[in-house]
């Protein structure tokens, strides 16, 4: 380039265009300027044409697009236009050219480059200032300046009068141009096992803004930039990158980063005609993990999913099947869902603990990320995972705190518990299992943003739950104490980083965050206050030591609360940052909608959430408990627990063969682990390389990860099928066998629709795991077996052993309404023979009468207690209230 000079450059493009967009030209001619106002060029066919010209436009984007765009002026079109302001975008770089997010470097600053990836956030399009005509107040002259990125340049003096103004911006001699910011996330097809996906945001202006929405998989062709980091006082010396965009394209493949060779298609079909495919898949996933073939299998459906229908009338129903794990603690669970990222081609794992501040479906604030006025529209993880799997654990925290919590509001400072009681007049409820949600809440609240400055918020909605029956309090250096539910996260700070870890693991030392509400002094203690820090996202705030914490017993604190904070998740309490929960109520929509509506403040958009949903849970007070129907121990809304396809529930009792096999499992694995290490680190081993390979073996998986990655991604891009006769009746009867069962006059019913069509999806996901086009009736018995013993689990009745819906869908069985009613009526009855109340071995006999058994009915007198229908005037006497 150095050679050829200015207008040389400019008869190139000239010629490039003659010879390969006079079609594209000419189209833009008559488009110009209300419909179309780029020339979009691909960069292979500049290549094509010259490829040092080409070459020259990586390295010197700005020049070179100046010069494109000058040929695009002097154009030869054959009608009379000036294509003056038209842009020449380039497109399409080619893959070796382009570094991934992660691999940007300083060598990269100012070259064009092209980042692929997922909108995770977009704020809303706005008009920016280009060039500032000013007005003089005095003689009226215009002074035009034109505007730069970064602060808003004033003129002067006034080009006529050369006084100081006072000016006024002249809007309509002024220049304003749309601009909009992106922020695009690497995407998850491209990580291996749960590395943390990087973020480059992209600046983009005029017709190429408002194009994309959150959750979109583009490429992103632009020219690197630099932004210095902090402001005003405090510039710091690193940079941040940014990418001018030059062109944002949407990506619509649907695995776009997976090459499927020849080979591995040959593979795959090799493999999916085995005898044995079912169980070599069931091998393939967390072989560490001993047992759990059924759950495995689902794990497998799941990953392989049904198929999306289109109804005749224009509706859809989803493909994708939700299951949802609920079991004990320490068995396995969150290993498992961990997994699936090692064999999902697209998948997005968070935590209940995870801080992702769109939460799990999606957010609208007013964000730092624009210029702290503007809105921008946030992705949460149902919609980073739309074409894949979303693995939630810990899905069932609760983030709770005691009702005398001091909440700073923008109306000074409020206790929790009045919060919500005000909210509760005015704001729609909604009634929970074991609490209630307000929604419509006026109130706004200080909150710390993703960069740790703090800001003011709306409050979405608040809630009430009973109080579990152990809390834990927490002390800071300073005084300050939070009373909060176990699994609550606090904010820690450590290793310079903010993680979020739950109160019950909290050490005595372990510094959380506060608000610094004085002007930050500088300290030697060690203690890193926000002046001195050079970490930006200790902005307002600074880490406090905890120096006690306690188990405390939660009598006389029946219920805990909590406020959602959209984005931000977090309040200021008792002088410390305090996370909080999120509304789950929109995840349901998602769940079956499969897209998420956000209308709010100037942004409409809809986001689509074709996932599906791997989510764990515990139960409610910890463990199982064999006596309360399962759906009452599932500390989730019965609407959200109805849209799982699949509930399977895990309960860790002993049991001498299968520990021991656990044991040998566990031991093995450890094993084959340590002469790995052995293997890797020691020079000698006593072991042969035959003895090795046998012992990994055992623990490896079946299909080899990446093969089984590539197997799903081509099983679901290429096979669709359809029911067999055969497949149609087994369901059928499979169906109807069990709602006969509930057409006793006083049964309860025992299964609905909902599960006919999970039956539906699991077969047709069965028959793609064979790439079989017919879903054939082995596939059918396959899923109702899953099925079956699914429902044994959780939709049996614990006293009928009878299937029952309700239990699932609506939180309580028949019979314990029934029998709740019961012993509240045999209370009632005995209350009145006896002047002083009820004698609980009175109540226990009788009970026992009709047909209750001790334990069951001294359960039911706690419930009824603690639900406050029963009190003990008394020691030993009941009266119900
Ligand atoms: P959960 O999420 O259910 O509380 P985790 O997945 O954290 O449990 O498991 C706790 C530990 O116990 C892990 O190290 C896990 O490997 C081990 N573990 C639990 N169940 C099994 C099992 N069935 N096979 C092998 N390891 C297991
Ligand atoms: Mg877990």
Not at 691 to 707: G, N, R, S, Y
Request: charged fraction near 30%; glycine fraction near 6%; proline fraction near 4%.
């Amino acid at each position: 380039m150095a050679q050829a000079g200015n207008s040389e450059l400019v008869d190139s493009f000239e010629q490039f265009f003659r010879n390969y967009y006079d079609n594209e030209i000419k189209q833009l001619a008559q488009q110009y300027p209300n419909e179309q106002r780029s020339l979009h060029v691909d960069w292979q066919d500049l290549y094509r044409y010259d490829p040092n010209l080409a070459d020259d436009f990586l390295a010197q984007p700005e020049q070179l697009q100046r010069y494109a765009e000058e040929a695009l002026r002097l154009y030869d079109l054959p009608i009379d236009v000036s294509l003056g302001q038209a842009h020449v975008r380039v497109r399409n770089l080619p893959e070796t050219e382009s570094p991934e997010i992660r691999d940007i470097r300083a060598r990269d600053m100012n070259s064009l480059v092209q980042a692929r990836g997922i909108v995770r956030k977009a704020t809303d399009v706005r008009p920016k200032i280009e060039e500032a005509a000013f007005e003089c107040q005095l003689c009226g002259t215009l002074t035009r300046v034109p505007q730069s990125s970064g602060d808003f340049q004033e003129p002067h003096e006034c080009q006529g009068c050369e006084r100081q103004g006072p000016f006024r911006v002249n809007f309509d001699q002024s220049e304003f141009v749309d601009s909009q910011k992106l922020r695009i996330q690497e995407s998850p097809e491209g990580l291996r096992g749960g590395e943390t996906p990087q973020s480059l945001d992209v600046h983009v202006e005029d017709d190429i803004t408002g194009e994309v929405t959150p959750g979109d998989h583009v490429s992103a062709t632009g020219v690197l930039r630099l932004e210095q980091q902090g402001d005003g006082q405090d510039k710091s010396p690193v940079f941040d990158f940014y990418m001018e965009g030059m062109s944002v394209d949407i990506d619509e493949e649907q695995f776009e980063d997976m090459d499927i060779t020849d080979e591995d298609k040959a593979e795959i079909v090799r493999l999916s005609s085995s005898e044995d495919i079912y169980e070599q898949m069931v091998g393939s996933i967390a072989p560490s993990i001993y047992g759990y073939e059924q759950e495995k299998l689902a794990m497998i459906l799941q990953l392989f999913s049904g198929v999306t229908k289109q109804l005749p009338d224009g509706s859809r129903i989803r493909g994708d099947l939700h299951m949802l794990l609920i079991g004990d603690p320490g068995t396995g669970k969150s290993q498992m869902l961990g997994y699936i990222q090692n064999i999902a081609p697209r998948s997005v794992y968070t935590s209940g603990k995870g801080s992702s501040s769109a939460g799990l479906t999606a957010a609208a604030v007013r964000d730092d990320f624009g210029d702290g006025q503007q809105w921008t529209l946030e992705a949460g993880a149902l919609v980073l995972a739309d074409q894949g799997i979303a693995a939630v654990d810990e899905l069932d925290k609760m983030r709770c705190v005691t009702g005398d919590t001091v909440v700073q509001t923008c109306d000074g400072n409020r206790q929790i518990r009045e919060i919500v009681r005000e909210a509760g007049v005015n704001g729609s409820i909604e009634d929970l299992q074991n609490g209630r949600t307000i929604r419509d809440v006026d109130l706004t609240v200080r909150t710390m943003t993703d960069s740790g400055a703090i800001a003011e918020r709306p409050v979405t909605a608040v809630h009430e739950y009973e109080a579990p029956p152990e809390l834990i309090e927490v002390v800071t250096e300073d005084g300050n104490r939070l009373r909060s539910t176990p699994d609550h996260p606090f904010f820690v700070y450590e290793n310079d980083e903010i993680a979020e870890r739950s109160a019950e693991t909290l050490k005595v030392g372990d510094r959380t965050l506060a608000p610094c509400d004085r002007p930050a002094v500088a300290t030697d203690g060690g203690v890193v206050t926000a002046e001195q820090s050079t970490d930006p996202s200790l902005r307002d705030i600074e880490p406090k030591e905890i120096v006690e914490i306690q188990r405390i017993d939660s009598k006389g604190w029946n219920y805990v609360y909590d406020l959602t904070v959209e984005g931000t998740h977090n309040f200021i309490a008792n002088g410390m940052v305090v996370h909080n929960s999120e509304d789950r109520s929109a995840m349901h929509e998602a769940l079956e909608q499969q897209k998420i509506s956000v209308s709010k403040a100037g942004i409409n958009a809809t986001l689509k959430s074709r996932c599906s949903l791997l989510g764990a849970a515990n139960p409610k007070y910890g463990r199982f408990d064999q006596y309360e129907p399962i759906g009452e121990q599932i500390d989730l809304e019965p609407a959200l627990i109805s849209r799982f396809d699949l509930i399977f529930t895990v309960t860790d009792q002993p049991d001498e063969e299968k520990d021991k096999n656990l044991a040998e499992h566990i031991l093995t694995t450890n094993y084959a682990g340590e002469l790995t290490t052995q293997r890797e680190e020691m020079t000698s081993l006593d072991v042969s390389e035959g003895e090795i390979e046998e012992m990994t073996e055992q623990v490896d998986p079946v299909i080899d990860a990446e093969l089984l990655r590539k197997y799903i991604a081509y099983a679901k891009q290429n096979c669709h099928p359809r029911m067999t006769e055969e497949a149609r009746e087994t369901i059928r009867d499979f169906y109807v066998d069990l709602r006969a069962k509930g057409t006793d006059e006083d049964a309860p019913v025992p299964v609905t629709a909902r599960k006919l069509e999970a039956l539906v999806r699991l077969s047709e996901a069965s028959a793609r795991v064979r790439l079989s086009d017919t879903v054939e009736q082995r596939d059918a018995e396959r899923v109702v077996e899953i099925v079956r013993s699914c429902l044994q689990d959780i939709g049996v009745d614990p006293e009928t052993g009878e299937f029952d819906a309700d239990i699932v869908e609506a939180g309580t069985s028949k019979s314990q309404r029934d029998r709740i009613k019961n012993i509240k009526g045999l209370i009632s009855d005995i209350e009145e023979e006896y002047d002083e109340g009820a004698p609980v071995d009175i109540v226990l006999e009788r009970a026992d009468e009709i047909g209750m058994d001790e334990s069951k009915a001294e359960h039911e007198i706690d419930k009824l207690k603690q639900k406050g229908e029963v009190y003990e005037p008394s020691t030993d006497t009941l009266r119900t209230t």
